[in-house]
């Protein structure tokens, strides 16, 4: 099912600074484009709660990929910010499931996305 699809969204939730890194490290790795918005992550912290610090800031970070650079950029991504530290951020990776009809012109995408609905349990 999934092995036909040829890109993949790599959505990255990132610190404000972290995102920051990953804006240069993206320009270096040729990457354009994206969607990037302003989330809020809570604190799991004693002392952050007890100075009334509940959340902090995320920015959720989405980029569309070639499914063959996925593995490729989301383990650089990983070793560059740090993604394996507690509180650097965390990524992961999902299909593209309408892109390819979208990008090669096939109509009818709401009937290929009505057709789909049973096949995962979540979608993006």
């Known amino acids: 099912m999934t092995s036909e699809y ?3 969204i790599i959505t990255l939730i990132l610190s404000e ?3 920051h890194r990953f ?4 320009r270096d790795k040729d990457i354009h484009g994206g969607t ?3 989330g809020k992550g ?3 912290s004693a002392t952050l709660n007890l100075f009334g610090i509940k959340s902090q800031r995320r920015e959720i970070v989405s980029i ?3 499914k063959e650079r996925a593995k490729e950029l989301l383990d650089y991504f990983a070793e560059e910010l740090q993604l394996n530290e507690p509180g650097h951020g965390i990524a ?3 299909y593209a499931t309408l892109a390819e009809q ?3 012109g096939k109509q009818d995408t709401l009937n290929i996305a009505q057709n789909m609905e049973g096949d995962s349990m979540y979608k993006k």
């Open 6 to 8: 040829e890109f993949q």
């Open 17 to 19: 600074q972290q995102c």
């Open 23 to 26: 804006s240069r490290i993206a």
């Open 36 to 38: 990037a918005i302003i």
């Open 42 to 44: 809570t604190v799991n």
């Open 64 to 66: 569309m990929v070639e």
């Open 92 to 94: 992961y990776v999902t």
């Open 102 to 104: 979208i990008i090669n």
